[in-house]
T-cell receptor
Framework: GEDVEQSLFLSVREGDSSVINCTYTDSSSTYLYWYKQEPGAGLQLLTYIFSNMDMKQDQRLTVLLNKKDKHLSLRIADTQTGDSAIYFCAERANDYKLSFGAGTTVTVRA | DAGVIQSPRHEVTEMGQEVTLRCKPISGHDYLFWYRQTMMRGLELLIYFNNNVPIDDSGMPEDRFSAKMPNASFSTLKIQPSEPRDSAVYFC??????????FGQGTRLTVV
């Protein structure tokens, strides 16, 4: 979606940290999401953050939200080969509609 | 629950033919969404339903597309007549809360 932007590709060495960045435009966004899509599969919700939070950590995943700059990031610690996938940033305002970014293809190399 | 179930997984059809995609949401979920994924446009919301009623169909590309939800456990997305530019992966998703939407595996449509 044109309201959510993210870089298209990221290559990372196995064991390193990955950081995927996203910017959004809707200041009324209430929830921001990270979805993962593996080849031939649907989207799987990885994590989400409410707009009044700055950070959320869930095992290897850390989400940072800068609401002033409308910037969202996802950090994956100790990246594994199974983390290779397309990662989508999405925002939701006050209805049930999700606006997705174009997706970042993460490639983990040995 | 088996999750959101879509059928068929793959569909190849000739231009001009009618195509019907099917979705069974997770039981108890009263919101259902249809998305389309293409390389050029990414993921686009086509339409969504609440309690079987269409709430927002502003993403439906044109009159060739129609969606129905005759009951809480079934929805269809129909394209008639189909065109090559309709080739995409079509996803159905359902939810009962505003927090998380559960996606099906998608239907890969190829119109030749």
């Amino acid at each position: 979606g044109e309201d959510v932007e993210q870089s298209l590709f990221l290559s990372v060495r196995e064991g390193d940290s990955s950081v995927i960045n996203c910017t959004y435009t809707d200041s009324s966004s209430t929830y921001l999401y990270w979805y993962k899509q593996e080849p031939g599969a649907g989207l799987q919700l990885l994590t989400y953050i409410f707009s009044n939070m700055d950070m959320k950590q869930d095992q290897r995943l850390t989400v940072l939200l800068n609401k002033k700059d409308k910037h969202l990031s996802l950090r994956i610690a100790d990246t594994q080969t199974g983390d290779s996938a397309i990662y989508f940033c999405a925002e939701r305002a006050n209805d049930y509609k999700l606006s997705f970014g174009a997706g970042t293809t993460v490639t983990v190399r040995a | 629950d088996a999750g959101v179930i879509q059928s068929p997984r793959h569909e190849v059809t000739e231009m001009g033919q009618e195509v019907t995609l099917r979705c069974k949401p997770i039981s108890g979920h009263d919101y259902l969404f249809w998305y389309r994924q293409t390389m050029m446009r990414g993921l686009e919301l086509l339409i969504y339903f609440n309690n079987n009623v269409p709430i927002d169909d502003s993403g439906m590309p044109e009159d060739r597309f129609s969606a129905k939800m005759p009951n809480a456990s079934f929805s269809t997305l129909k394209i008639q007549p189909s065109e090559p530019r309709d080739s995409a992966v079509y996803f159905c998703a359902s939810t009962k809360t505003p927090i998380e939407a559960f996606f099906g595996q998608g239907t890969r449509l190829t119109v030749v």
